[in-house]
């Protein structure tokens, strides 16, 4: 699969059926119930994916789920290695320290746009 490729395929493991993409699978996660977790190194500042890919339209109805599959999986860590960007009606994900393989993407659900934290309960992270 070539860099840039927006091909999703679906795998099996142990009853479980999650999703992969060139950056990231969809897996178990150490954190809390699935997570995203790197297919391979991603350096700092390399674009992971897409977390939400219409920000007008959650802005405009609150309560509807335009999060794609990586934005459903995030989870939050207080010491985060990715960060979320909104760009062009998108809310892009970005490693905000190294990767490496095998290791969970997280964010800090508290640094997300106001939004999010509006139709997510963050007073528990802190």
Do not use: C, W
């Not at 920000?55 to 109805?61: C, F, S």
């Not at 990767?99 to 997300?112: P, T, V």
Request: proline residues 2%; neutral net charge.
């Amino acid at each position: 699969m070539g860099s840039g490729s927006n091909v999703v395929m679906g795998y099996k493991m142990k009853g479980f059926s999650g999703f992969t993409d060139g950056k990231y699978k969809i897996d178990r996660s150490d954190i809390d119930g699935i997570g995203a977790i790197a297919n391979a190194n991603i350096k700092k500042g390399e674009l992971i994916g897409t977390a939400i890919d219409n920000e007008a339209r959650i802005t405009t109805i609150p309560s509807l789920d335009t999060r794609t599959i990586l934005g459903k999986s995030l989870n939050h860590q207080d010491s985060e290695n990715a960060i979320q960007k909104s760009e062009n009606n998108a809310l892009n994900v970005y490693a905000s320290k190294n990767i490496k393989e095998g290791q969970e993407i997280s964010i800090n659900y508290n640094k997300a746009p106001d939004y999010v934290k509006n139709a997510n309960d963050t007073s528990d992270f802190k």
